[in-house]
């Protein structure tokens, strides 16, 4: 019984997490557009961080948020599975 509720509560916060990160890749990508003061990228990360990654992924091609730097979508794609060390492998300049 425990254990049903247990799973159930991770996807229901797996799926919230990624619907939040991808509405604020939203948001910032509109306020990018009209010169407003945007979302911090640390904030970016941090959501796709603690398992939000698919809703960055999502929210980076729908919005076409940084989708041309290579950094940033290796940062949030493998950090968000929780490798963080493959970012200087990945990382480009």
């Known amino acids: 019984m425990m254990g049903t ?3 159930w ?3 229901a916060y797996v799926v919230l997490i990624n619907i939040i990160t991808f509405i604020v ?11 407003k003061w945007r979302v911090p ?3 970016l990360f941090l959501l796709a ?4 990654s698919i809703g960055a992924i999502l929210g980076m091609y729908t919005f ?6 290579v950094t940033v979508e290796s940062r949030v794609g493998l950090r968000g599975q929780g ?6 492998i990945l ?3």
Do not use: M, Q, S, W
């Open 64 to 69: 076409r948020h940084h989708t041309g730097r």
């Open 25 to 35: 890749f939203g948001v910032d990508k509109y306020k990018a557009r009209n010169h």
């Open 9 to 11: 509560g991770v996807i």
């Open 5 to 7: 509720y247990l799973f």
């Open 91 to 93: 990382h480009e300049d």
């Open 41 to 43: 990228e640390a904030t």
């Open 49 to 52: 961080l603690i398992g939000g």
């Open 83 to 88: 490798c963080p060390r493959y970012e200087v």
